[in-house]
């Protein structure tokens, strides 16, 4: 394929590159329409509000974003944050919300907020996968719950097409097949099934620009600005996650800071355009990466494929069965979850800690459906698990002049808060010589709390009529002690 390449020339020019890229958007495309449509039921909106959102983020974002390949469309996270507003409000006030997430992304973005992503940890992220994994399996579930007993060899069907076709030919990705080939089993064959057309309505005509419906008032401000904060914050969290994702299967570099503001605008965008907001979908972009597809042609087309076959194609994609979409979701989750890390070789290896961490991220998501939550709380655990593992390096040793006229302290680790506390009580104060020598050479201090540490041991030898030297500062450890030091008791 390399060898078609013409220099300076996009790759998704390319013909090869271009035919796998549109026809892995035209599976996304078709995996949209019911997904968008459970978002619309979701959030308390008509079916074509979550299928225009989808549209309009898919084909910004395609131009906008800093992933490619990755997906954004309505998401249920999304869905999830605007429907106590939609249900309690009304239509408008949703609206009017999205365009002011949009706006807070772009702020967010601009202010450096993917940076943030550095301190997430690896088993968060694992955590975060699994967890993403099992909630498309769940997803699934309803879908072959009371349902005609052919479903399930149709369900059976379609995996193994998806599985064992791609042994013989990857000319057409297999899911795309699998749809047709059971689309037109159950047409031909008449089979009774539930399909995309029973789980709504699809648009009849492209959407129309116009403001949201609502006073522009201090009052409406005040409403939404806190629903508008937690979609902004929502969405940033997953798509930048589903992005170090899509990196690291692709081994490719993305710009989070563009991303983020890529997502603001597409956000703004589709509140002018009357969609529901929302953010990369995680199903959709493994999916479309599973496919192959690296370019943002695979996100443009599955934006305009979407409404094309709403509006053009309606009444035959209406007649996919729900069994088709069901196969291609179960397998994305199949493949998406991270089997290795809950291989046991793997957790008979791995820190107590670090399997703890994921084990809550897994947990806090799948409670909550709620990506953004678990990745915080398992951030903030691995954090705090990190603190203290960090806080036991710290050590004090003494060691006593043989004339017995004087003490040497050496400290030895990373002074923060955590290890800071029980300095303190590391010296001798009522039987140590009156020159005492605290050496800091193989310490840092990070904080004030370490300072104020430092300061109490001071004052505890001073009490008793001894001194005190700080030696083997390093210098940031000397600017900072210098600058807090006798300034932080408050008793000058």
């Not at 370019?295 to 094309?308: D, E, H, I, P």
């Not at 989750?333 to 809550?360: K, N, Q, Y």
């Not at 203290?388 to 002049?401: G, K, P």
Request: charged share 10%.
């Amino acid at each position: 394929m390399l060898s078609s390449f013409v220099p300076g020339r996009p790759a998704w020019l390319t013909p090869s590159v271009a035919r796998a890229e549109i026809l892995s958007g035209l599976v996304v495309a078709l995996a949209l329409i019911p997904e968008a449509i459970s978002f619309s039921i979701i959030a308390g909106v008509d079916p074509s509000v979550g299928l225009f959102a989808s549209f309009t983020m898919a084909v910004v974002i395609a131009i906008a974003g800093g992933r490619p390949a990755m997906i954004s469309a309505a998401t249920g996270a999304i869905a999830l944050v605007v429907a106590p507003l939609a249900r309690e409000h009304g239509f408008g006030y949703l609206i009017a919300t999205v365009i002011l997430g949009g706006l807070i992304q772009i702020v967010l973005g601009a202010l450096g907020v993917a940076r943030l992503m550095r301190f997430v940890p690896r088993s968060v992220m694992v955590g975060f996968v699994n967890a993403l994994a099992i909630l498309i399996f769940m997803a699934q579930v309803p879908e072959l719950i009371d349902v005609p007993w052919v479903v399930y060899p149709l369900v059976g069907g379609a995996l193994a097409l998806m599985v064992f076709l791609p042994r013989l030919t990857r000319a057409v990705p297999a899911p795309l097949i699998s749809i047709v080939a059971l689309t037109a089993l159950t047409i031909g064959a008449h089979l009774a099934v539930p399909t995309v057309g029973d789980r709504g309505v699809l648009p009849s005509s492209l959407p129309v620009p116009g403001l949201p419906d609502v006073p522009f008032t201090l009052g409406t401000l005040t409403l939404i600005a806190p629903y508008a904060f937690g979609f902004a914050l929502v969405g940033l969290m997953e798509s930048l996650m589903t992005a170090k994702l899509v990196d690291d299967i692709t081994d490719t570099h993305s710009s989070k800071t563009r991303e983020s503001i890529g997502q603001g605008l597409a956000n703004i965008v589709t509140g002018f355009f009357g969609g529901m907001g929302g953010c990369a979908m995680i199903g959709q972009t493994m999916i479309n990466v599973k496919n192959g597809a690296r370019t943002r042609l695979s996100t443009f087309t599955a934006g305009v494929l979407l409404m094309v076959l709403c509006i053009v194609f309606g009444p035959l994609v209406s007649q996919i069965p729900m069994a088709a979409l069901v196969a291609v979701m179960i397998l994305v989750s199949f493949g998406t979850f991270d089997w290795h890390s809950v291989a046991p070789a793997t957790l008979r290896r791995m820190p107590a800690g670090e399997i703890g961490v994921m084990v809550i991220t897994v947990a806090v998501v799948v409670a909550t459906h709620n990506l953004a939550i678990g990745v915080v709380v398992g951030s903030l655990t691995g954090l705090v698990i990190f603190a203290r593992r960090v806080a036991h390096l710290a050590q004090v040793t003494s060691c006593l002049d043989p004339d017995g006229e004087q003490v040497v302290y050496a400290v030895t680790g990373e002074l923060f808060f955590a290890s800071s506390n029980d300095l303190v009580s590391q010296f001798d104060y009522a039987n140590d010589p009156d020159d005492v020598v605290i050496d800091l050479t193989g310490a840092h201090i990070w904080d004030a709390s370490s300072v104020a540490a430092l300061d109490a041991v001071e004052a505890k030898y001073a009490a008793r009529g001894k001194t005190v030297r700080i030696v083997g500062l390093n210098q940031p450890s000397a600017r900072m002690h210098g600058t807090l030091s006798g300034e932080l008791s408050g008793s000058h």
